[in-house]
């Protein structure tokens, strides 16, 4: 879900959770900010709730968490994994790329999709085509020519994160010794200490 709004008509048709893709996604990505977001949603919703978009280390699992989800949704973290089924020149530029380097794609169901502006050119649309929407059509055949729509690669913010080849069991177990830690260090309170209480106005 994109909005509070989409939230809404998918539990009006049955839905027992809700997965809220929030600004940061890659793909068909949000517009809206996490917090305020899982604020909103969680006023009419309590049931099970995943959040994706720029979550790509333990400690925004954990901070996820701790803003009122259940879950977190990871996608970009696991794209460049020596298993998926990308292109080698894809992967290489998840592996050279940050969230500076990403554009967003303006499309006609208001959605947008964060893309690597090097790629754009490659696959023949100038960076002000990929955030007009009346230039881009892809309308017929989607499989064919430059710039069919797999030839243009995204990437969520937290693509800044991956930086070599890896296998998905380290993509995997990286995160979680990252979000135990994150655990440990949060019981532990404040790095900087307490505050001291203030008296008589001071």
Known sequence: ??????????????????????????????????????????????????????????????AVENLGADFAYLGTRFLAGRETMISQEYREMVWTSAMEGLIALARHHRCIGKLDARQCR??????????????????????????????????????????????????????VAEYHQAVTDQSQGSRFGTVPSQKDGA
């Not at 890659?26 to 978009?53: C, K, N, Q, S, W």
């Not at 030839?151 to 995160?175: F, L, N, Y």
């Open 122 to 175: 490659g696959c023949g649309y100038s960076i002000e085509d990929m955030k007009d929407a009346a230039k881009l059509d892809f309308s017929g055949d989607m499989g064919a020519g430059s710039k069919a729509w797999k030839h243009v690669w995204s990437a969520g913010q937290g693509v800044g994160g991956i930086t070599k080849p890896e296998a998905v069991a380290d993509v995997v177990a990286t995160p």
């Open 1 to 62: 879900m994109i909005s509070p709004k989409f939230a809404r008509k998918t539990l009006d048709k049955g839905a027992d959770g809700l997965v809220l893709v929030r600004s940061g996604a890659g793909g068909h990505t949000g517009e809206y900010a996490m917090l305020p977001f899982i604020d909103e949603v969680r006023r009419f919703f309590e049931g099970p709730l995943i959040v994706g978009g720029g979550i790509g280390s333990g400690r925004a699992i954990r």
